[in-house]
């Protein structure tokens, strides 16, 4: 019973791959994200900065980025919350690209709270025509070399 459980759950998955618009690859890029749309507060100090969170990506394509952060929060501001905009500054290997993303899921990995992870599923807005064309060429580069890798793996098999 279990197996076929397992059986299951790994043909959906691989149906939900296919179903995917864009292909993901699976680069480990620093980023930091700004949250756009918060309140500013204005303090006796003046206006609050914004609220800035560091870490890696887990994979990307075309069209979103699944982000890895180690905190879901700062402060009272909820980084996945409804309706909420971010700007991702993304350090490729060619140099930086400005994202703004929507987050349209989260998760935490990882059991202890100390050892907790965040990801964070984002949609992408909007980004320069520069940056995007950046990406995609990355994107390509990328995919191109997962295609070779595979080739060398089945040659040597």
């Known amino acids: ?17 296919s179903l995917r618009q864009a292909p993901r690859q699976n ?7 700004t949250m756009l749309d ?9 206006t609050r900065p914004a609220i800035s969170v560091s870490g890696y990506t887990r994979n990307i394509s075309e069209t979103g980025i699944a982000l ?16 909420r905009r971010l700007l991702i500054v993304l350090e490729l290997p060619t140099g930086t690209i400005r994202v703004q993303a929507a987050p349209v899921r989260y998760e935490r990995l990882g059991k202890r709270a100390e050892q907790a992870v965040y990801l964070i599923g984002v949609r992408i807005i909007s980004m320069s ?20 890798s595979s080739r060398q793996r089945s040659l040597g098999s």
């Open 38 to 46: 918060q309140q500013p507060r204005s303090s006796s100090k003046g």
């Open 129 to 148: 025509d520069d940056d995007r064309v950046r990406l995609l060429r990355y994107l390509h580069r990328l995919s191109r070399g997962a295609r070779l």
């Open 68 to 83: 890895l952060v180690p905190a879901i929060s700062k402060g009272d501001h909820h980084l996945a919350a409804r309706n």
């Open 1 to 17: 019973m279990l197996q076929l459980i397992r059986s299951l759950e790994t043909n959906l998955r691989n149906f939900v791959r």
């Open 27 to 33: 680069p480990r890029l620093p980023f930091s994200l």
